[in-house]
């Protein structure tokens, strides 16, 4: 479908237009509900202990506190324009706020374990499409000049929500209890729902456009495909969530599931690229500007995820740092994003958007290699001093990226493209942080491997280590044989921990390699200069 109407369809008449909203109050009335869902992603891991005190369970059974989440929104984020298309895109926002809330609240007065996880689902479900929504209303109320302000609102919800959500939930758990972290959206949703209610509008021209194919629709419905889509990125996230945790591949619940999700994404496009209505409309992806952002912003948030968890656990584990210290550390990126998007979202229209995200692949490869110096000795201001052109790097690339890969989506599209952009984003983000953390632990395998034949008794480099380490024992009142016994016991902790080192060293770098690698699709982004409609797959 290349026009607000396919063949076969008479085109519908566009009543005519409300007087506008402030564009702005339409924008804060929608972003509360994208920096909820952005949040709620990642603050309750910081509250596991406590969940797992209150509700009698394992910390390996509180994950499926956060891993039921994250499945429901994987299999909603998709299926946004497919429901927007059916009962409006304002109706399915504000019906997913009212999910999101309602689960929020029922979550914090939930007292056991597979309640909690219901109701988390339950709020998955409606955070799932909030995003998407957020980003086809955000594009279509802004004139096509401020498109890269608009992004660079939704991007701080989307970039800064995981990033202060273990902040403000660990200060939530400290200082109140932990049925808080999901009390907390209830009176914000209800400010967010009374709002959008009030000022945001649907446009006329794809509330026209959405009803003249929402019969069509009701008759071809695309149960097939909502069904493959269901199992396939369902089993998909479960084996991102819980594959490091199992062992992978050698456990065979995540070896089933991750061939029934292969098998069943690959029967999804061939059904979707087919199908006279899709549910998904993967043809989006024959666009190749729309392809090469979608995809360099997955990288990204690949890259994002997996720094973010990477380097708090750095700093506690290696550095010292209270969690609190290393929360407080990170928080200068996600200020400095505060301050930049918003003059990246203003050089858009002046600057070539493809420099600008070469720009910040190259400073993020910069920062990666800066990281990748790391040693035992690094300092706070060292941290922090990185995490600043991290920052920087990240907010000249979301910005342009979301601008550009939606540049050639027609306006009545809109909703199937922000929903497949918000999916691979999340999925990307998902795939980082499992691969990331299980080369942790298997790089750190690895270097002390490789450094135990240098400890060998007969190396004369050793000898006088040892020789030092007994007579620290000794003075300590140990006689021979336990200070023989603890010196080799502290040796082995000293070359366990350089492992460490090294292993997050690696990966820091491994982190800016492979987003260098995707620095050739810059050349494809290209904004086009009467942003055509591409050929959207309905078969009429």
Same mark, same amino acid.
């Given at each position: 479908m ?6 076969g ?10 007087k ?16 909820m ?10 509250a ?14 509180i994950?499926w506190?956060?891993t ?9 984020m998709?299926m946004?324009?497919?429901?927007a ?20 609240a ?8 597979p ?8 709020q998955?479900?409606?955070a799932?499409?909030?995003q998407?929504?957020?980003q ?16 660079a609102v ?5 970039v800064?929500?995981?990033?202060f959500?273990p902040?403000l ?8 209890s ?10 914000i ?8 209610s ?8 794809i ?5 003249a194919l929402a ?10 495909g909502?069904?493959?889509?269901v ?10 969530e ?9 456990d ?7 061939f029934?999700s292969i098998?069943m ?6 059904r979707?690229l087919?199908?006279p209505m899709?549910?998904?409309?993967f043809?989006?992806f024959?666009d190749p ?11 990204m ?5 997996s720094?973010?968890f ?12 209270s969690?609190?210290q +290393? &929360? #407080? =550390?990170m928080?200068?990126r996600? $200020?400095i ?9 203003r050089l858009? !229209? ?11 692949i ?16 690094t300092t ?10 991290q ?7 979301f910005i342009?990226l979301t ?15 922000t929903?497949?952009n918000?999916?691979l984003r999340?999925?990307?983000?998902? +795939? &980082? #942080? =499992?691969?990331?953390?299980t080369? $942790?632990s ?11 034949? !240098?400890?060998?008794?007969g ?7 040892l ?6 024992f000794?003075?300590h ?6 200070s023989e ?23 820091f ?18 904004m086009?200069?009467s942003?055509?409609k591409i050929?959207?797959?309905v078969?009429?």
């Open positions: 290349t026009t607000a109407h396919a063949e369809i008479a085109a519908p008449t566009v009543p005519s237009q409300r506008p909203v402030n564009k702005w109050l339409v924008t804060v009335s929608i972003t509360f509900g994208t920096l869902g952005a949040i709620d992603a990642s603050i309750v891991n910081v596991v202990p406590h969940l797992s005190g209150s509700l009698g369970a394992t910390v390996e059974q994950t506190v956060a039921g989440f994250v499945m429901a929104t994987v299999m909603v998709p946004t324009g497919f429901l298309r059916l009962f409006g895109q304002k109706r399915v926002y504000m019906t997913s706020l009212v999910l999101f809330v309602a689960g929020s029922l979550c914090g007065m939930a007292r056991t374990l309640l909690l996880v219901l109701f988390r689902i339950l998955g479900f409606g799932g499409a909030l998407p929504t957020e086809a209303i955000l594009r279509q109320t802004f004139p096509l000049e401020e498109q890269g302000m608009a992004m939704f991007g701080m919800a989307v800064l929500g995981p990033a959500g902040t939930g660990g200060y939530i758990v400290d200082n109140y932990w049925p808080w972290i999901f009390y907390i959206n209830v009176p949703g209800c400010v967010s729902l009374l709002m959008v009030r000022f945001v509008h649907e446009p006329e021209d509330k026209a456009a959405n009803h019969e069509h629709q009701k008759k071809n419905m695309d149960w097939w909502i069904g493959l889509m199992i396939g990125l369902g089993s998909l996230q479960y084996v991102l819980e594959g490091n945790r199992n062992d992978w591949f050698q065979p619940i995540i070896a089933t599931l991750g029934l098998l994404i690959v029967l999804l496009i061939v979707e087919s199908a899709p549910a998904a409309d043809a989006l024959k500007v729309f392809a090469s952002g979608t995809l360099i912003g997955a990288v948030f690949a890259q994002l995820m720094i973010t990477l380097l708090p656990l750095f700093m506690q584990t290696m550095l010292g740092f969690a609190t +290393a &929360g #407080l =550390a928080m200068p996600s $200020l994003m505060l301050v930049v998007m918003p003059i990246v979202g858009f !229209n002046v600057v070539s958007p493809r420099l600008i995200v070469a720009f910040g190259i400073l993020f490869c910069y920062s990666a290699w800066l990281m990748a110096h790391y040693t035992l000795a706070a201001r060292g941290v922090v001093m990185v995490l600043l052109i920052g920087v790097a990240f907010s000249c690339l342009p601008t550009l890969a939606l540049s050639s989506i027609p306006r009545q599209r809109m909703t199937d493209a929903g497949l918000s999916l999340q999925v990307g983000g998902s +795939a &980082g #942080l =499992a691969i990331f953390a080369m $942790l298997r790089f750190s395998t690895q270097a002390r491997g490789s450094m135990l034949p !240098n400890l060998a008794p190396n004369p480099m050793l000898s006088p280590e020789s030092g380490m007994k007579m620290l000794v003075r009142g140990l006689d021979a044989v336990a016994s603890g010196s080799m016991r502290l040796l082995d902790f000293i070359v366990r921990r350089q492992a460490t080192v090294l292993s997050f060293e690696k990966l770098l491994i982190a800016g390699i492979s987003f260098a690698a995707v620095l050739p699709l810059v050349f494809l982004l290209r086009p200069k942003a055509p050929d959207v797959h078969e009429m």
